[in-house]
Structures are given as C-alpha cells and as structure tokens.
C-alpha cells in the first residue's frame, strides 16, 4: 500500500526521466542532425551556455504573460459575475463571448500589431484575451448552478439577490475559478509566445524565432523547455492554493 | 368553521394558482379551491400522489408565490412577500460544504431581521443558541464538523436546526426524512416531536409515508392529482405524547389503513395515466 503511493507519487517523474533517455538514446542511435532534432544533452548545453539571454527572456515573458493574465483574471470574474447572476446578462452576453472566443487569436495579433505597435502591447493583449474566457464562464456556471431550494430557503428569510450570491453563490464558485485559473494560466503562456513571435521584440517568442530563422534547434528547443517549465510551475502554484483554499470541494482525495 | 377561520394561525379560502398567465387562461390549475384553517400550533401533514402540487401548496403558505385567485391570511395578515416567520427544510438536506455545522445553523441569522443587524455584536449569544439547539437534535459532538463528515441523518438534523434556529412561528418541510433508512427516520420523527411539543411551532409537513403523518400530525389532509385539491381531512385523535410503540397499535393502523383507501381510490379515479415507477 504505502509502497505503490510513493510510486504513484513519483511516477510523472519517472516517467519524463524515462522519455528523456528514449529522447537521448534515440537520437543519439540514429545520429539524428541537431538542426533536425536536438537531443536532451545538446539542449542543456544550450542553457548553459545562453544562461543570461534565455533568462532574460524567459522573465520578460513572464511579466508579460502575467499582466495579461492579471487582466483577465479581473475582467473574467467580473463578467462572469455578470452573466452568472441575472439571466438577461447571460442570454445577451454569452452568445457574443462564445462567438469572440472562437476567432483564432493568431489572426488578432496583426491587428493589434497595427494599433499598439511592436512591443509588449501585442502580448500583454494576446495572453487576455486568449485566457479570459475559461475565467468568465467557470465563474458563471459556479454562480448558475445554485440548487432551487436552498434559494427558496434563504428567499423565505427575505434574503436580497446580493446576499445569495455572496453568501451561496461566490463561495460555491471558488472551485470553479481555481479550476479555471490553471487552464488560464497554460493558455496565457501560449498567448504571450504567440505574440511575441510574430510581433515581439523581446521575450521566449522572439527567441524561439530568431533561432528558428538561424536553424539554430537547440537553441529554439531550450526556450519551448523554459515556457514549459514555467508554465508548469504556474500550473503547481494554482494547483497548490486550489488545495488549500477550497478542500471542500475535493474531499474524494483528502482521504488518501 | 367561520367562528374557527377567525382564530386560525394558517387561513386559506378558496385559493386558486397557475403558474403562469397562460395556464391560467387555460383553466390549468397547480391547486384548486384550497380551503384550510389551521389553529396556532396545530401540526398538519399533507398526504398525495407524487406531482399533486404538494411543493405549490408549500410556496403559497410561504408567500413565495401568490395565489391566482382566493386569499390566504397567516397569523392575521394577508400574505403580500416572502414570510420571515417560517423556517424550511427539504428532503435534500443542502447544507454548504464549506461552512461547518454549527455556521450552517447560523446562516439564517446572518440574513433575517432582527438579527442580521446585530449579527456582528451578537454572535458568541447566537452560537451559543445554535450549539444548544444542535446537542437538542443529538449533534453534540459534532457542531465544529463539516456536512461531508456527517452522515444524511445528521445532516438533516442540521438542516432542521437551520430552518429553526431564528424560532419562526411556521415550520414547513417537505418530505424532510424520504431518503433516510427507516430506523433513522423513525429517530428523526421522535426529535421533531419533541421539538415540536416544547416550541409548539406550527408545522407543514408533506409526506408520502402514511405512518409518518399519523403518527406525527394532529391532522392530515389528502390531496389528489390534477387537479391538486384537499379530498380529505383526517383529525388524528391519538392521545400525546406518542411513544413509537403506538404505531404498532390497532387504533393507529386502522388510521393508515383508512388513508391509505382514500390515496388508492384517487391513483383509480385520476385522470392521468401515471407511468409505472
């Protein structure tokens, strides 16, 4: 029992060690060019040598992507607040915003290239708008999904709309948002990278291109790892703090 | 009954409700021509069919909705809103996973006047009253616990605790114990008589266990399906404070078994084609 928790504990360890020495051997066997595909080891040799500029613009990616998650975060809960607490809003709301999501965010950012400029505006944008829409819509089902006679009960007592949703509806929709964020959070970084290949002049984005452009795979592959890396730790953060604000909600898993 | 319609705590006449103006158009009524006179502490029990408009029955009572035609007085006033004097429990206990036991218990009195106002200032005297009304039930112990650690038994206590904890003069619970085992259940019957018989609240109780209702009301009104209407007032004249050995009596099985005639010549005569369960 206590042994196959501590596998069950190490096994995604395990197994990236595992793909990384398939990814080595493999390579290494079949004398794959690294311009084609690079292998773990050349890769750290990349870090180690490009430590400062691979640094550099893992941070101004990170800032970026967090101002821009930041932003969404904001304008996420307050129009899912919106929509999920009267049913006018929703019906009006949520069709426009289903619509706005599906228009691929790579399209925008020449649009927004052309109204803000080469820069951080793009990104910052980019990493909103392609990161509100799970927030919104978590908050609004959280909101929404309140069971009919709990509301009768509280109605009864005179309760106000704002009441019930203070006292029922936003704490009932915490796991939801938690949930929301560490999707959010993923999609962030893939706005922000998106930006800024295209229209960055700093950032992992910018770095994965000029390498790309300079057949420099190594190089390229070492930034897709740094953006992985803190996306990933992001993703733990808001994992970590879903935990331990809101175990209620997970009280299958507390047990073991 | 006019002298009775006087004193009367629960006063209904000839209340008529559809749930929309359509329905209403079209002569489709939830219930129909209601006439009721409870007296100030009297328990009552409803007893019907499934869908009968038990559930309207109780949202009119608790001014959640107004009647399409008629009129109810409750404790001498026309209902106009939502009346804070009642206290509800449903079969699902629905308590928040997130507050403890004893703060689920409070949480009426974070929203009914007089209390919300003093909430703040007053909260050690409400826990306090809360705790003591939670070890009444048989919580002791377990007033710090969340919902999710208690069994539905307990929870439903709880959920009894909440609709009682700002003493309202109206208790209305609808089918609190139909997804408790039958020991349970019967436990559950005996706290609520007891409750009952120290607070002497007046209480709604809608049911579909016949026993439950006789062993519990002082009477039982039948309801039919489609259209929803009191068929039957039944005063229950066993002696209190019942013991639960009284069910087994004859006195008491002859009660259910009469109700039970009149539920089973109703599912006959109705109308509707009711699908096997």
């Known amino acids: 029992m206590n042994a196959s928790r501590h596998f069950e504990r190490w096994a995604p360890v395990l197994l990236a060690i595992a793909l990384v020495l398939l990814w080595q051997v493999g390579v290494t066997a079949f004398q794959v060019p690294d311009f084609i595909f690079p292998s773990p080891l050349q890769i750290a040799q990349q870090f180690n040598e490009f430590k400062g500029p691979l640094l550099a613009a893992a941070w101004a990616t990170f800032w970026v992507t967090m101002v821009g998650f930041g932003l969404a975060i904001a304008v996420g809960v307050m129009l899912g607040f919106l929509i999920g607490s009267s049913r006018v809003a929703y019906a009006a709301v949520y069709p426009l915003m289903v619509g706005f999501n599906a228009v691929p965010k790579a399209a925008i950012v020449p649009i927004l290239v052309v109204w803000f400029g080469i820069g951080i505006g793009p990104g910052i944008l980019t990493a909103f708008l392609i990161s509100f829409f799970p927030i919104m819509v978590n908050i609004a089902t959280g909101l929404a999904t309140l069971e009919p006679e709990l509301e009768d009960v509280l109605r009864v007592l005179g309760a106000r709309r704002w009441d019930v949703l203070v006292k029922v509806g936003l704490p009932r929709a915490m796991p939801y948002f938690y949930g929301s964020l560490k999707i959010a959070i993923t999609l962030a970084f893939v706005g922000t990278v998106l930006a800024e290949m295209t229209a960055g002049d700093s950032g992992i984005g910018n770095l994965i291109q000029t390498a790309g452009s300079q057949q420099r795979m190594p190089l390229a592959f070492a930034g897709l790892v740094a953006i992985s890396v803190m996306a990933m730790a992001m993703y733990e953060l808001f994992s970590w703090i879903e935990r331990h604000t809101t175990g209620w909600a997970h009280r299958g898993s507390q047990g073991h | ?277």
């Open chain 2, 1 to 277: 009954m006019t002298a009775g319609a006087q004193t009367a705590f629960i006063d209904f006449q000839d209340v008529w409700l559809a749930y929309n103006d359509e329905l209403f158009a079209a002569g489709q009524f939830a219930v129909e021509a209601i006439d009721l006179q409870v007296q100030p502490g009297e328990f009552i029990a409803i007893v019907g069919p499934s869908g009968c408009g038990k559930s309207t029955f109780m949202k009119l009572a608790t001014g959640l909705r107004g009647p399409s035609r008629g009129r109810i007085r409750i404790d001498g006033q026309p209902v106009t809103g939502p009346l804070k004097i009642s206290g509800m429990a449903f079969q699902a206990p629905s308590l928040l996973p997130w507050r403890t036991t004893v703060d689920n218990v409070l949480l009426p009195l974070e929203i009914v006047e007089p209390y919300r106002s003093n909430f703040k200032r007053k909260r050690k005297e409400y826990e306090e009253r809360a705790r003591k009304l939670l070890q009444k039930v048989g919580l002791a112990g377990y007033e710090d616990k969340f919902p999710w650690q208690l069994s539905g038994g307990m929870q439903q206590r709880a959920s009894i605790c909440r609709a009682l904890i700002h003493e309202p003069k109206m208790l209305l619970l609808d089918e609190p114990f139909g997804a408790l085992d039958a020991f349970t259940r019967e436990e559950l019957w005996c706290i609520l008589r007891d409750l009952w018989t120290e607070q002497r609240f007046n209480v709604i109780l809608v049911t579909h266990d016949l026993r439950e209702s006789v062993f519990l009301a002082d009477t039982v009104y039948v309801m039919s399906k489609s259209p929803g209407r009191f068929v039957v007032k039944k005063q229950i004249e066993l002696p209190r404070p019942r013991e639960l050995e009284i069910t087994y009596t004859r006195e008491f099985t002859d009660i259910v078994l009469e109700l039970r005639g009149h539920i089973g010549a109703i599912r006959k005569t109705s109308p509707v084609v009711e699908a096997t369960p």
